[in-house]
């Protein structure tokens, strides 16, 4: 098993939820996070699933424009609250 990580190569990586929360700080500038569920399997005897996610990490600057681009069907609340403060652009 290889535990090196050049996060950028393309391939798959298998970490903590705590590490991964870590990956999207150091995205820096409070990144917005642009996602939709692509796949949710089914429950096993223990109802724990495996749910699929498509993500996209954005800082700000380009929450905007990415929104856009992706024709996200939702903003939620909160992100959209700080957009139209112009605190997140």
């Known amino acids: 098993m290889d535990c090196e990580a050049a996060y950028d190569d393309g391939q798959w990586y298998a970490v903590t939820i705590g590490h991964f929360i ?9 990144p917005a996070v642009i996602f939709r569920v692509t796949h949710d399997g089914p ?12 993500i996209v990490i954005v800082p700000d600057g380009h929450v905007k424009t ?22 997140v652009e």
């Open 66 to 87: 990415e929104v856009e681009r992706l024709d996200c069907g939702h903003v939620h609340k909160i992100l959209a609250e700080l957009w139209r403060a112009g605190v």
């Open 43 to 54: 429950p096993d005897e223990n109802g724990a699933f495996v749910r699929e996610l498509e």
């Open 22 to 30: 870590g990956l999207l700080v150091d995205a820096g500038h409070d």
